[in-house]
């Protein structure tokens, strides 16, 4: 990254403005049109990914010690944010951002060492967590995949669905049940590759999905990250930041369709005036502004409590519900503004809707804030 930026930034300063700057020049190259493509096609961005990597976007969350700069969330929010607002998708730049923290957070000295710089550098691809399963869904007590003692290895069986770009990562992240409760499982795919199987799953959004199978695969006990039995902890630690990021995604769609929609509403004319001048067109636009503003204050209010080291459960799971809300919201406003044009790719809404709709399975979320927040009774 060429700028060096402090840690605690406020969403006005002028670093973060130049930031933004940065982006929107590179995504010039890397523009709606080229996303759709790469959408179409069903294909990682390979291209868009290599320029991150060569910006050093991917060492933004990593401390010095591991050629990180440490830019901190505040700087990791506002990329993200920006790739989507011009009309990119930032899933993969998030992603091999984030869940690397896991492994800062948990893991040994050795699998620091090994993998942690060439994940910022862009080398190693991090971005996988593999956690869901077929039949349990959200349901993390019933996890069926297991890891089984083998002297000092595991063997490892697993099942697992919607797992995000694991035929384009290296590293995964493996969830499982040992005898002492769910544990994570770093698995380095060139080495055992060959033994996980992935079958692609047809989506309308997040399409590099696949399902996963592992079948009696033996790996040391180096590879288990973190403790035994501590598995959902060593994923949960990273959830207040991965939560604004997922907040900063939504925010970046709305107005990337916020942006669209305005245009055609000043410059589309039927019945001889445009459409903007028309209520039924102005108010979900206003709504849909309104809602998004109030969405990034939120996400902004979560970043600063993150930065002063107080828990940012509650405040960045308001900011994701908001946020993803205000995207879906957004989503609605921009298809009546385009009417029967909202469904043609060339005006790249409908992509946008889809990208919005990944966002907005919240109830696990809400449940999480009526409890942590609101302390009422655990639902499950
Ligand atoms: C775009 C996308 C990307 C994903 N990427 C990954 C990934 O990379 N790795 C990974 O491991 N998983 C991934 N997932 C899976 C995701 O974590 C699961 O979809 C989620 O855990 C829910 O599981 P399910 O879809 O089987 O729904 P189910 O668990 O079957 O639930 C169905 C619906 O019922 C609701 N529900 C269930 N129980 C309750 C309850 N007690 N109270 C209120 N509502 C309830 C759920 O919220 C949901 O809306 C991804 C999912 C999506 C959509």
């Given at each position: 990254m060429t700028t060096t930026v402090p840690q605690s930034l406020s969403r006005h300063s002028p670093e973060l403005a130049l930031i933004r700057e940065q982006i929107r020049r590179l995504m010039a190259r890397f523009d709606a049109s080229y996303f759709r493509k790469i959408d179409e096609d069903r294909v990682f961005p390979d291209e868009f990914f290599r320029a991150m990597a060569e910006q050093g976007y991917?060492?933004?969350?990593?401390?010095d010690e591991f050629e990180?700069?440490?830019?901190?969330p505040a700087v990791a929010s506002v990329l993200i944010e920006e790739v989507n607002r011009c009309g990119g998708d930032a899933s993969s730049l998030n992603a091999q951002m984030t869940i690397c923290q896991a492994l800062l957070h948990n893991g040994t000295e050795t699998q620091k060492a090994t993998y942690l710089s060439a994940i910022g550098s862009g080398?190693?691809?991090?971005?996988c967590v593999a956690a869901t399963e077929p039949d349990g869904g959200a349901d993390?007590?019933?996890?069926?995949s297991t890891a089984r003692r083998a002297g000092d290895d595991w063997v490892l069986n697993a099942q697992k669905v919607f797992i995000s770009f694991a035929e384009h990562t290296r590293l995964l992240l493996l969830l499982a049940n040992t005898d002492d409760g769910p544990t994570v499982f770093l698995l380095d795919k060139s080495e055992h590759g060959a033994s996980i199987e992935l079958q692609p799953v047809q989506m309308v959004?997040?399409?590099l999905t696949t399902m996963l199978f592992i079948d009696e695969l033996r790996v040391p006990d180096?590879?288990?990250?973190?403790?035994?039995?501590q598995g959902l902890r060593v994923l949960m630690k990273s959830f207040a930041r991965r939560r604004i990021f997922a907040a900063a995604e939504s925010i970046g769609n709305a107005r990337f369709l916020l942006d669209i929609s305005l245009t055609h509403a000043k410059t589309r004319v039927t019945f001889d005036r445009v459409?903007?001048?028309?209520q039924g067109v102005q108010y979900p636009l206003a709504q849909a502004y309104a809602r998004v503003e109030a969405a990034d204050l939120m996400r902004w209010d979560a970043i600063s409590e993150l930065e002063a080291g107080r828990d940012a459960g509650t405040r960045s799971a308001m900011a994701k519900l908001l946020a993803s809300e205000a995207s879906w919201e957004t989503a609605r406003a921009a298809m009546t503004t385009f009417g029967?044009?909202?469904?043609?790719s060339e005006m790249h809404v409908e992509r946008k809707v889809r990208e919005s709709m990944v966002?907005?399975?919240?109830n696990m979320l809400w449940s999480y804030l009526a409890e942590e927040g609101l302390d009422l009774p655990k639902a499950f």
């Open positions: 991917f060492r933004t969350l990593l401390p990180g700069t440490d830019a901190g080398e190693v691809r991090c971005l993390m007590r019933a996890l069926k959004a997040n399409r180096s590879a288990r990250l973190g403790q035994v039995g459409i903007g001048s028309n029967g044009w909202a469904l043609s966002f907005v399975f919240n």
